[in-house]
Nanobody, 118 residues
Framework: QLQLVESGGGLVQPGGSLRLSCAASGFTLESYSIGWFRQAPGKEREWVSCISSSGGSTSYLGSVKGRFTISRDNAKNTVYLQMNSLKPEDTAIYYC???????????WGQGTQVTVSS
């Protein structure tokens, strides 16, 4: 069974950090660009970050640039999203996906909740 599983979410105070992980089972991630997306209550799912299959190219949503870092370890079949200086507006369910354009995503994970609140 092909599956993406996110982990690492939680409750954190403003200014805090979290590292999200996206692990694949049933297939290898190394052939895919991987995207992180997020969906806040009452809002559409939005793209956050993307990493190329080799890891050599990354891109970020403007509001997270300089605070979030995407990386991958193909040997561990895992992609990470390091989130620093978190803000309340980062609160959302975070999803990883095989693809960086929402309409072209093949597989979605189940999501992990990130809540930034004091």
């Amino acid at each position: 069974q092909l599956q993406l599983v996110e982990s690492g979410g939680g409750l954190v105070q403003p200014g805090g950090s979290l590292r999200l992980s996206c692990a694949a089972s049933g297939f290898t991630l190394e052939s895919y660009s991987i995207g992180w997306f997020r969906q806040a209550p009452g809002k559409e799912r939005e793209w956050v970050s993307c990493i190329s299959s080799s890891g050599g190219s990354t891109s970020y949503l403007g509001s997270v640039k300089g605070r979030f870092t995407i990386s991958r370890d193909n040997a561990k079949n895992t992609v990470y999203l390091q989130m620093n200086s978190l803000k309340p507006e980062d609160t959302a369910i975070y999803y990883c996906a095989t693809g960086c354009i929402k309409s072209g995503v093949r597989d979605w994970g189940q999501g992990t909740q990130v809540t930034v609140s004091s």
